[in-house]
């Protein structure tokens, strides 16, 4: 157990709606990571949090932004959903070894 | 900024027969490199890594890896697999800048071990 809970586990959505979905860690590491996961693509890295407050984009940040107002909370808000935002997204914490631990994905369906 | 690429997308091998799953990458800087397996419904997990020293990593379920700085690669590889080894496996590698910020990932090979 990495000390990692996301919410929603599962949601539904329509297009054009908010949403935001919570990464809570229980181990206050400093690196926390937001990525989604589609058939063909991998993981592809959205946003990172090097500490509070701190935060920089990854590789396919557009349409979304994160914040990071307390050490075990990463919030990623899709401001305006779209289709292409259906996807499973997976946060992530590095315990300062270089390795991932990963949380249990909350799946996105955009209608 | 890093990439990694994973030629093949879907590697079929008969039971306890040998398997390489391939891996490059490219990164302007040095670099600390990962193997992730991803089950069937679940999450991921770490396989192996390498960070420094030795340049062959292993795992304790037979696998492993080895850092080929001058070719790029990082390939995984094991000599009989079982069919509990079906799963998406991930390499992933990371750039040793200031500390551990970002980690990129391969597109994934699924790997289909038949009886």
């Known amino acids: 157990d990495a000390g990692i809970t996301q919410s929603p586990r599962h949601k539904v959505t329509e297009t054009g709606t908010p949403v935001t979905l919570r990464c809570h860690q229980t181990?206050?590491?400093?690196?926390m990571y937001w990525y989604r996961q589609d058939p063909g693509h991998g993981l592809r890295l959205i946003h990172y949090?090097?500490?509070?407050?701190?935060?920089d984009k990854g590789e396919v940040s557009d349409g979304y932004s994160v914040s990071r107002s307390k050490t075990e909370d990463f919030l990623l808000t899709l401001e305006s959903a779209t289709s292409s935002q259906t996807s499973v997204y997976f946060c992530?914490?590095?315990?300062?070894?270089?390795?991932?631990?990963f949380g249990e994905g909350s799946r996105l369906t955009v209608l | 900024a890093q990439s990694v690429t994973q030629l093949d997308s879907q590697v079929p091998v008969f039971e306890e027969a040998p398997v390489e799953l391939r891996c490059n990458y490219s990164?302007?800087?040095?670099?600390?490199l990962f193997w992730y397996v991803q089950y069937p419904n679940q999450g991921l997990q770490l396989l192996l890594k390498?960070?420094?020293?030795?340049?062959l990593v292993k795992s304790i379920n037979g696998f492993e890896a080895e850092f080929n700085k001058s070719q790029t690669s990082f390939h995984l590889r094991k000599p009989s697999v079982h069919i509990s080894d079906t799963a998406e496996y991930f390499c992933?590698?990371?750039?040793?800048?200031?500390?551990?910020?970002?980690?990129?990932f391969g597109p994934g090979t699924s790997l289909s071990v038949i009886p």
């Open positions: 949090s090097y500490g509070v407050k701190d935060t």
């Open positions: 990164s302007s800087v040095s670099v600390y």
């Open positions: 992933a590698v990371g750039a040793m800048k200031t500390s551990y910020d970002k980690v990129i």
């Open positions: 181990e206050n590491h400093r690196y």
């Open positions: 992530a914490i590095n315990r300062n070894t270089g390795e991932l631990f």
């Open positions: 390498y960070l420094s020293g030795s340049t």
